[in-house]
């Protein structure tokens, strides 16, 4: 008998962590299920099976991801420069370290399964839709604020790719050079 009752989120984000941590082929039940301390049958009690997993966590990451971008990206009385400033600062420096690796491992997994490709390209296709409509608003054209947004990404994802400890001592000020070329004080092409 089982001495903790574990529910599909705790399922979910132990299978987010696997994800994290070591790519979609550490998401197996038998990985999961010592991670957790608890017996396989647990896991069936929430999911016929892995791929029931699986799609459970494209849709609520994807889910996850277009909710975020939303709320971060809603002007509530903020200057459109402004939020793009605060979404540039949300995901700078080591703020999210789970959340980056968890990025970076979708990324990963869409560059060899479909459906995960699929679930990266609405994001995707959300986060620059959101974005671009903030650089519109600073009245950038619709090529510039999509290019804009492009870059503005480019670069969110990029810093994570980077080994910060190149270069230490100049890490912070580079970064913040790169947050004023990318959001401007006022809109330029």
């Known amino acids: 008998m089982e001495a903790k009752t574990l529910n599909r989120e705790s399922w979910l984000s132990a299978a987010f962590s696997a994800l994290a941590e070591g790519g979609v082929e550490q998401v197996r039940v038998e990985v999961l299920a010592k991670r957790l301390k608890v017996t396989k049958g647990s896991f069936y009690w929430h999911f016929r099976d892995r791929m029931e997993l699986v799609e459970a966590m494209l849709e609520g990451w994807k889910v996850g991801r277009i909710e975020a971008i939303k709320m971060q990206t809603r002007l509530d009385g903020w200057a459109p420069a402004d939020r793009l400033r605060d979404v540039l600062s949300l995901y700078g420096g080591t703020s999210n370290p789970r959340g980056m690796a968890i990025e970076l491992a979708m990324r990963d997994w869409a ?27 600073m009245g ?11 870059l503005f990404y480019s670069f969110i994802f990029g810093e994570g790719l980077l080994a910060r400890s190149a270069a230490p001592d100049r890490f912070e000020k580079a970064r913040d050079i790169c947050g004023r070329v990318l959001v401007p004080g006022d809109a330029e092409g």
């Open 140 to 150: 950038l054209t619709s090529d510039e604020a999509f290019a804009r947004a492009y």
């Open 111 to 137: 560059r060899r399964d479909p459906r995960a490709a699929e679930i990266v390209a609405e994001v995707d296709r959300e986060r620059l839709r959101c974005v671009t409509d903030l650089f519109t608003g």
